[in-house]
């Protein structure tokens, strides 16, 4: 029904997961450097002065502190590549997915967490006092991660569900991605399945910004979040006709929109700079630059081609477990390093995140997934399977 053979793997997906992997990375890096703030640059006294700095600024802003924006990447990807199966022709299995899915987000998550003991055990911590650079200080390594380990950080860190996760905090995310995934996603089927091919799935999609948007506004979690996956999901019911219009585009107007996804990505953070209630105003946009981006990496060939590289396909096959790893490893490094060691901490904690994500993937990840193979066709019929989803 999508054009996509049951059972191919959508590489260029695999691509646009591990980029946005490598920007969460890069943003805890940033967070971890007083050079590199979260906010890149020191608050200005002028609105005016703040907002058209980052006008200008904000393609080193997707790359080096976009870590949400990057958690949305993965959010529109996995509501996309789960539904896509289920939207199929021919018979789905819920229990074999169900019992691949619990073993495949459930092992490794554990396994990052028994690393991040491991690490917290090996290399003692203690308190940064930041001396402030350019006007601005971080406190993300001491006060946003565990120093010393207690049983109550082990509970918390395990409970993906909860408010925080002391040894290994991207985990905030994976509580989301099982409450889709594992409760949601028959809803999400069921609601994009009567839309496949139909042009009032995109108001379904505008129905998401909005909820998302109020979400933001109010500051609940689960009416920002949870819509973002059935973007993906309804995006995966209009694959047919996305295909068939972006097919007729030229080369030129692909660029175009891709440019015009980024500035959307990052309009949140640029409003924020007159007023941070603005960001809540406009994460809508944000929401749908990310919808724009999975498609444009389906349908335009030379981005497809791009994210179907070597590089971009190896840090799509690590994604997941690099996300997993990385916050352990990076502030692991800066401990052993010394934290203001930081022009050294920076690339070797970098090359070390990679080298843990890629031996983190052979030695946990891909066992798991085996696992889940194996018990999934216990249970039933094997569901076809485009991708994995969650980098995140």
Not at 8 to 30: K, M
Not at 209 to 225: D, F, P
Not at 245 to 250: I, N
Not at 310 to 320: D, H, K, P, Q, Y
Request: contains cysteine.
């Amino acid at each position: 029904m999508t054009g996509v053979a049951p059972g191919q793997r959508l590489g260029s997906l695999d691509g646009l997961r591990g980029v946005a992997a490598l920007v969460v990375v890069f943003h805890h890096l940033a967070l971890m450097t007083p050079w590199l703030p979260n906010s890149l640059w020191p608050q200005r006294d002028s609105a005016t002065i703040s907002v058209l700095w980052r006008g200008v600024t904000f393609p080193l802003h997707l790359v080096l502190s976009a870590g949400l924006e990057a958690v949305f990447v993965f959010f529109v990807l996995s509501g996309f590549v789960l539904a896509l199966p289920a939207l199929g022709a021919g018979r789905y299995s819920w229990p074999q997915y169900y019992v691949r899915r619990v073993l495949r987000l459930g092992l490794p998550v554990l396994g990052s967490i028994a690393l991040a003991v491991v690490l917290l055990l090996l290399v003692p911590r203690y308190p940064v006092d930041r001396v402030p650079v350019l006007g601005r200080t971080t406190d993300w390594l001491s006060n946003d991660n565990t120093i010393v380990l207690t049983p109550s950080d082990v509970l918390q860190t395990l409970n993906v569900f909860g408010p925080i996760q002391p040894l290994n905090n991207p985990l905030w995310s994976l509580g989301w991605e099982f409450l889709f995934s594992l409760l949601l996603l028959p809803l999400a089927v069921l609601i994009a399945r009567p839309l496949v091919g139909r042009r009032a799935a995109w108001l379904v999609i505008a129905g998401c910004l909005v909820v998302t948007t109020i979400g933001s506004v109010l500051g609940l979690g689960a009416a920002i979040y949870l819509p973002i996956f059935l973007v993906g999901s309804v995006l995966a019911a209009l694959l047919p006709r996305i295909t068939a219009v972006v097919g007729t585009w030229r080369t030129r107007s692909g660029v175009v929109f891709v440019i015009a996804a980024l500035v959307l990505l990052a309009l949140p953070w640029v409003a924020s700079g007159i007023d941070g209630r603005l960001y809540g105003l406009t994460v809508g946009a944000a929401i749908a630059a990310c919808g724009m981006l999975v498609v444009l990496a389906i349908v335009l060939p030379w981005l497809r081609s791009a994210l179907e590289s070597t590089v971009a396909r190896w840090l799509g096959r690590i994604s997941f477990s690099l996300y997993l790893v990385h916050v352990p490893v990076l502030v692991t490094t800066a401990y052993l390093l010394g934290p203001d060691n930081w022009p050294v901490v920076v690339p070797v904690a970098l090359i070390a995140s990679l080298g843990m994500g890629a031996l983190f993937w052979f030695v946990v990840e891909r066992p798991s997934h085996r696992l889940s193979r194996w018990a999934g066709n216990r249970v039933g019929k094997r569901p076809s399977e485009v991708t994995s989803a969650h980098p995140a």
